[in-house]
């Protein structure tokens, strides 16, 4: 021990009373504090700390729910107003009462979103450049009931539009030699420029530059869906986004490890031998390199969110419709704020409408306050160890803890952010961003899972299977384990080493399968849950194992006392397996609650023998393909008409209610999860 840890053992030992207030007095002192000093600070340094995380999270949180609000509201601003190409019953029309809506510069033209076609129709949009008389002669060459819809025009030359299909435009090809026709991907670029006659390619660009695409769409009479970029546009600002997030795990995981070389430097015995400049020296570069991490951090940080921004702006958004059915309106904007469209044809026919939702402010504001805490974060870390650098253990204590409580939220937050995708609404929970919690509750998805009889069933099935599979399991694991477990049976290890190669030595999935549904004729059959899974010889091992490190005097002293083997294990050992019974209890019955693949294997045609798992991942397929329905049609009649639940809110919900009864029961066995209860058994 050094000179000054002396000084400090003896100046704590003469103010063994020092309190709270003492804290600051004992940091100038450059002193160890006490007990109670340290338990304070621990309990302030975890509250900052939380803060921080909470701060962090809730600035973020709200800063993207600003910008995604205000992206609404401009695209919806955008679109009213703007020129309309969507697909009609025969033709398509571009309705002029809005007149021309010009954005920054750019005329607003809004699409019906390509693949948003009515099925079996596979119709793109077409650009091409040419007069007036040429657009009269390509319109006949498409075929019946085709348009050309004109966009922009310079002179005699004028960009237009059309909705046909491949076939279709090759016919016009083929009439017409001078035609030119390129596809329109969801949205311009200049790669799409490319087959267009050189006379015509300069004004064209011209006059595809100053045009902006929306891409419309709507899934039933739930929202409205609109994009401004094409798919390669949106993957690509995914993919920036999240390289960016890589960097900055990459900065945390160096910053961690400039937390370390801190920490040694303050603390290293081995850089005290070496003289206090070396110690100095370390502890000096790993503080620079910190405070360069830290900057590096905020500035990822910053590129994450900025990046955020701009895929929220090139992605799709989902705005909230009403709907007024059997009401004939064309598309309009009125004075109020809110677009008006109508939907589907005949009976399905209705008009909704869709309010521009207000603009929100304070991005700016949350997003500094995010920065700030996150530089604060990772100064918290390093002012702890500074300020713990005469502890024994360095301040481990404040380490583990923040140290924990991180690991702590990294292990909750896919559990919490599944349950708030569980309860929330599905048409909003599509654009993303939601957090710890629901950004528009609703529980539609329990409801879509839940009002259904045939799930109480498939539920007393799961729970009958692994409630029997699990005492079973125990019963013949825990006996064959006891009778492995005495050294006098002759046959022990032979027995062991033989059930140990089934482990390793393993016939595969096809002669087991004709050992169960031919040879023991199981198949559609309950005990097929229940037979081929009552002995685990990973079980028996871990059992046996346990067993063997019970002292040998017990069964001694009850072999004495006319005690045989059965009544040994049931009054003797059976109580003292506690611990071991119930963690290999709590395998069992896991594997048992979760297993699906059983029952698509052995039940291929009694549904009433259906477990849960399996019947909720039919329930999560049809799900996904209700989704796939909505976002493929226009005319959403034809679809589900519970839009407000998707594959992902029903895949969230799905893995609650499966887990639910896990984290009841755990509780219960984890008291159970101790050793050493045959410590004080024997005397003497």
């Given amino acids: ?11 704590l030992s003469k103010r063994s009373t020092n309190g709270v207030k003492d804290i600051p007095a004992t940091l100038r002192r450059g002193l160890r504090m006490n007990n109670t000093q340290r338990r304070f600070a621990l309990t302030i340094s975890t509250v900052l700390v939380l803060a921080l995380i909470f701060i962090i999270l809730f600035a973020s949180g709200q800063a993207n729910n600003t910008v995604v609000a205000n992206e609404k509201a401009q695209i919806l601003q955008e679109v009213i107003g703007a020129e309309r190409i969507e697909m009609g019953k025969k033709t398509i029309e571009m309705t002029q009462e809005h007149g021309t809506k010009y954005i920054d510069g750019k005329r607003v033209v809004m699409l019906q979103k390509i693949g948003q076609q009515k099925a079996g129709n596979a119709k793109t949009y077409w650009l091409t450049a040419c007069t007036e008389a040429e657009a009269a002669e390509y319109e006949t060459g498409l075929g019946k009931d085709k348009k050309l819809i004109q966009l922009d025009s310079r002179g005699d030359l004028g960009l237009y539009i059309t909705l046909a299909k491949d076939t279709e435009v090759e016919k016009c090809l083929k009439a017409y030699d001078k035609a030119s026709f390129f596809q329109l991907s969801n949205k311009n670029g200049a790669a799409n420029l490319e087959g267009i006659p050189a006379e015509y390619r300069e004004t064209m660009s011209e006059m595809m530059n100053e045009l902006e695409f929306v891409n419309f769409g709507y899934n039933d009479d739930k929202a409205v869906r609109l994009t ?65 991490l830290t900057v590096g951090l905020v500035y990822t940080t910053v590129q994450v969110s900025a990046l955020g921004d701009k895929q929220i702006r090139t992605g799709e958004l989902t705005i909230d419709s009403d709907v007024a059915r059997g009401i004939e309106s064309n598309p309009e904007a009125d004075n109020s704020g809110k677009y008006v469209y109508t939907a589907g044809s005949g009976k399905t026919l209705r008009t909704v409408t869709v309010s521009v939702p207000e603009t929100a402010t304070g991005k700016t504001a949350y997003r500094t306050v995010l920065y700030v805490a996150v530089a604060l974060l990772a100064l918290l870390v390093f002012a702890l160890l500074y300020f713990f650098r005469y502890e024994r253990d360095l301040g481990f204590p404040v380490f583990n803890t923040v140290l924990l409580i991180l690991l702590m939220f990294i292990t909750l937050y896919p559990v919490l952010n599944t349950v708030a995708y569980s309860f929330n ?32 069933q498939a539920a007393l099935i799961s729970v009958s299977k692994t409630i029997i599979t699990t005492v079973l399991n125990l019963f013949w694991t825990g006996m064959l384990s006891f009778a492995l477990s005495r050294r006098e049976y002759v046959l022990r290890k032979f027995i062991t080493l033989t059930m140990v190669l089934t482990m390793y030595v393993n016939a595969g999935l096809i002669p087991s399968y004709l050992l169960i549904s031919q040879t023991l004729h199981l198949r559609n059959t309950f005990w097929v849950y229940i037979i081929p899974t009552m002995f685990s010889c990973f079980n028996m091992i871990i059992i046996r194992t346990y067993i063997m490190g019970l002292p040998d005097a017990l069964v001694e002293s009850a072999r004495i006392d006319g005690a045989g083997d059965f009544r040994i294990y049931w009054q003797i050992i059976f109580p003292l397996c506690m611990p071991v019974l119930a963690t290999v209890a709590l395998f069992v019955a896991v594997g048992a ?72 029961v755990y509780p219960f066995l984890q008291k159970y999860f101790v050793t050493g209860m045959a410590l004080g058994s024997v005397k003497g």
Avoid: H
Avoid at 234 to 262: E, G, H, K, P, S
Avoid at 428 to 455: C, H, M, Q, V, W
């Fill in 1 to 11: 021990m050094s000179i000054k840890e002396q000084k400090a053992d003896k100046f």
């Fill in 228 to 292: 401004r970029g094409s798919n390669t546009e949106i993957q690509t600002a995914a993919d920036q986004r999240n390289a960016m997030r890589l960097n900055r795990i990459i900065v945390i995981v160096l910053l961690a490890a400039a937390a370390a070389l801190f920490a040694y430097g303050l603390k290293s015995t081995k850089l005290a031998q070496k003289g206090e400049s070396v110690r100095r020296t370390v502890t000096l570069v790993a503080a620079v390199l910190a405070l360069i």
């Fill in 425 to 456: 609404d599905g048409t909003d929970a599509a654009r993303g961003g939601i957090g710890l919690l629901p950004r528009k509750f609703s529980t539609k998805s329990y409801e879509r899972i839940l009002n259904d009889p045939d799930i109480w």
């Fill in 593 to 664: 609650w979760n297993s699906w693949f059983d029952t698509m294997l052995y039940i291929p045609t009694e549904r009433k023998l259906d477990t849960l798992q399996y019947y909720l991942k039919g329930k999560l397929a049809t799900a996904g393909q209700t989704s796939n329905l909505a976002n493929s049609t226009v005319d959403a009649a034809t679809a589900n008409a519970a839009f407000s639940v998707t594959q992902r809110t029903v895949q969230c919900a799905t893995t609650v209610v499966t887990a639910l009864p896990i984290l009841v």
